[in-house]
């Protein structure tokens, strides 16, 4: 059971817009840790999607967005890809700078 | 460019030890944390601990202390992870994974490729 709540799963269509939410508590993202979202294929490292709540690394589409809110964070995919389809990750930390992992999104591109 | 080459694949009994290793090349290599995350079979991602390179100081979460020591080389600029009495939960790829620091919690920019490690009697 991770500490920050993901949904296991989202799916949208081509060319959609689909958001994936973090949740976490005052002991962590609502005790204002930064939020930062990965996204991993099978069989390869996890590549880093947005860092700091909302900001892109170089080479990240702009499709790709982040925000944060109290306790919770979200990521926002527009136009949706069929390469899109992938796990994705949220990270924070609690109050001991423990590093800590949501239990991962599933996202199918229908 | 920053670089994270891990060692190979390893098969290993329940109760013995394993140590998988981290090169790190295309940076200054005391100047960042280096952390580890695994990643078991059909599960999330789970982290393992920090280590600083520059001084060798460690931090484990909770659940690993006592079987997790995290090590590095600073003439080869690697960083290992051994981690004893393996059990069959511990089948999973390993990870090391370089943290960006940020004031309020930094960020894994660079990831190994993973090293599968697989308990099995």
């Known amino acids: 059971q991770s500490v920050l709540t993901q949904p296991p799963s989202v799916s949208g269509a081509p060319g959609q817009r689909v958001t994936i939410s973090c949740t976490g508590s005052?002991?962590?993202?609502?005790?204002?840790?930064?939020v930062h979202w990965y996204q991993h294929l099978p069989g390869t490292a996890p590549k880093l999607l947005i860092y700091?709540?909302?900001n892109r690394p170089s080479g990240v589409p702009d499709r790709f967005s982040g925000s944060k809110s109290g306790t919770s964070a979200s990521l926002a995919i527009t136009g949706l890809q069929p390469e899109d389809e992938a796990d994705y990750y949220c990270?924070?930390?609690?109050?001991?700078?423990?590093?800590?992992f949501g239990g991962g999104t599933k996202l199918t591109v229908l | 460019q920053v670089q994270l080459v891990q060692s190979g694949a390893e098969v290993k009994k329940p109760g013995a030890s394993v140590k998988v290793s981290c090169k790190a090349s295309?940076?200054?290599?005391?100047?960042?944390?280096m952390h580890w995350v695994r990643q078991a079979p059909g599960q999330g991602l789970e982290w393992m601990g920090l280590?600083?390179?520059?001084?060798?100081?460690?931090s484990y979460p909770q659940k690993f202390q006592g079987r997790v020591t995290m090590t590095r080389d600073t003439s080869t600029s690697t960083v290992y992870m051994e981690l004893s009495s393996l059990r069959s939960e511990d089948t999973a790829v390993y990870y090391c994974?370089?943290?960006?620091?940020?004031?309020?919690?930094?960020?894994?920019?660079?990831w190994g490729q993973g090293a599968l490690v697989t308990v099995s009697s």
């Open positions: 994974a370089r943290v960006v620091p940020t004031i309020w919690g930094g960020y894994f920019d660079s």
């Open positions: 295309g940076y200054t290599f005391s100047t960042y944390y």
């Open positions: 280590i600083n390179p520059s001084g060798g100081s460690t």
């Open positions: 005052s002991s962590n993202i609502g005790a204002g840790y930064d």
């Open positions: 700091g709540n909302n």
């Open positions: 990270q924070s930390y609690d109050s001991s700078l423990s590093a800590l």
